[in-house]
């Protein structure tokens, strides 16, 4: 999904998908260095470098997720 701050980005994909599990909260993990893993920022560039449009954010599917936020407990 994209999202139009990074922020929203970071509250959605990571946050809420922590507290989601009904186990963890957001607090017991550094989110700062997750989204740095985790989170892309994107844009459409064309050939000559020009930007079209703003910038988005959205996840870094290749990465495992689980894993990165384990590595990142408080």
């Known amino acids: 999904m994209k999202y139009s701050t990074l922020n929203e980005?970071?509250?959605a994909?990571?946050?809420?998908?922590?507290e989601a599990t009904g186990v963890a909260q957001a607090s017991e993990y550094d989110i700062d260095a997750i989204a740095d893993k985790l989170i892309l920022q994107k844009?459409?560039?064309?050939?000559?470098?020009?930007?079209?449009?703003?910038?988005?954010?959205?996840?870094?599917?290749?990465?495992?997720?689980?894993?990165?936020?384990?590595?990142?407990?408080n």
């Open 43 to 73: 844009a459409d560039i064309d050939e000559n470098g020009v930007q079209h449009g703003n910038v988005w954010y959205e996840l870094d599917e290749s990465q495992d997720f689980w894993q990165v936020v384990e590595d990142n407990a």
């Open 9 to 11: 980005a970071i509250q």
């Open 13 to 18: 994909e990571i946050a809420d998908s922590i």
